[in-house]
């Protein structure tokens, strides 16, 4: 089969298109014909060799979609022919946690797509069952292959973890991204004043239409006070899409009481934290890691009436892939891009 492999970390053009043996579906899995895949900034994490469980020559991509053609040994309830799109990781389905429903807590079974699981830069892959959802027949491909780490993200960072409340004002970094996109349109739909940051003034103008209140641009990524000026006291609720660059500023920009939610970490750094400002403003800092199966169908569900929208800005052939890379580090994509490959 013909696949994007990554040929040792560093540039985007180390993604190179190669013939790469057929895979097989083996106990619990599934072998998927891959229709789509979303090019994620994680993948650019990955490429650059930040990630520590990844191994090169390795297959990038966690975002794909695509339909059964092979059931391995073990296999129950997916068949040939059964629409799939993957989960970002796996989870044991056993342990206290994914009994209590905090699956992306599980350390039984951590493996992520594109990582430790070779992903969807291919014609083919294999799929544990456990990292699979059911993608509903009326939806496009490339809107299945995103769903999960944009819709069901934006679920999972907005109402799982934000647990964002109708009324609230909600601030969002890097909110022109795919999740982004997703989490402006969610919060506003569940009732929230929505603040979306963004670097650029050209994003300005789509952000009003995926539904932000107002629309904060700082190229210089120093923008909590602009925030404060809009709000009085800040905002209830800080979504942190990019991280280590803009963590400071969220925090400040929150309001008493208020609720830091850190989905991503595009600079793979770390941060310092004020505890005083902590301890005086009583703010909450939680993590928000992965999408579950239960938010994937919310997101599916979410589309269907039309309550969100999906941002797949382009599609490209899987031969770009590196191209794709380019564009995100150039911050030059508003919503996500997509790979499709030539069968």
């Keep these: 089969m013909e696949a994007v492999v990554l ?5 985007p053009e180390n993604l190179q298109m190669r013939q790469v043996p057929d895979p097989s579906p083996g106990q619990d899995e599934v072998l998927l014909r891959v229709q789509a895949c979303g090019v994620c900034f994680h993948d650019v994490i990955n490429r650059r060799g930040d990630l520590p469980r990844t191994n090169v020559p390795a297959i990038l991509g966690h975002e794909a979609a695509g339909q059964v053609i092979e059931v391995g040994s073990g296999v129950e309830g997916w068949s040939v022919g059964d629409r799939a799109a993957t989960l970002q990781r796996l989870h044991c389905g056993d342990c206290r946690h994914c009994s209590g429903g905090r699956n992306s807590l599980c350390k039984e079974d951590t493996r992520f797509f594109g990582e430790e699981i070779p992903g969807g830069y291919a014609d083919y892959m294999v799929a544990p069952v456990a990292g699979l959802g059911r993608v509903p027949q009326e939806v496009e491909w490339p809107v299945a292959a995103t769903a999960c780490c ?6 999972h960072v907005v109402r799982t973890r934000g647990r964002v409340q109708r009324g609230e004002t909600v601030l969002i970094t890097g909110a022109s991204g795919g999740v982004g996109m997703q989490a402006v349109q969610l919060a506003r739909h569940d009732g929230a004043r929505v603040i979306a940051v ?4 050209r994003k300005v103008d789509v952000l009003r239409e995926a539904g932000a209140h107002e629309v904060v641009v700082s190229g210089d990524l120093d923008f909590s006070r602009q925030v404060r ?7 209830d609720v800080a979504l942190e899409i990019v991280g280590s660059l803009t963590f ?8 008493p009481g208020g609720r830091l939610v850190v989905v991503g970490n595009l600079k793979t750094q770390s941060v310092a934290i004020n505890p005083g400002l902590v301890i005086v403003k009583e703010l909450e800092i939680r993590g928000a890691y992965a999408t579950t199966r239960e938010e994937l169908g919310q997101a ?3 589309f269907a009436t039309g309550a969100l929208r999906p941002w797949v800005s382009e599609v490209l052939p899987l031969s770009d892939a590196w191209r794709a890379h380019q564009r995100l580090e150039a911050r030059d994509v508003t919503g996500r891009l997509v790979l499709t490959p030539d069968h």
């Design 300 to 302: 599916f569900e979410l």
């Design 150 to 155: 944009t819709s069901g993200t934006a679920v």
């Design 248 to 255: 400071e500023q969220s925090m400040r920009a929150l309001a």
């Design 198 to 201: 963004t670097s650029s003034e």
């Design 229 to 235: 000026d809009l709000t009085g006291e800040g905002a």
């Design 7 to 11: 040929v040792s970390f560093g540039v």
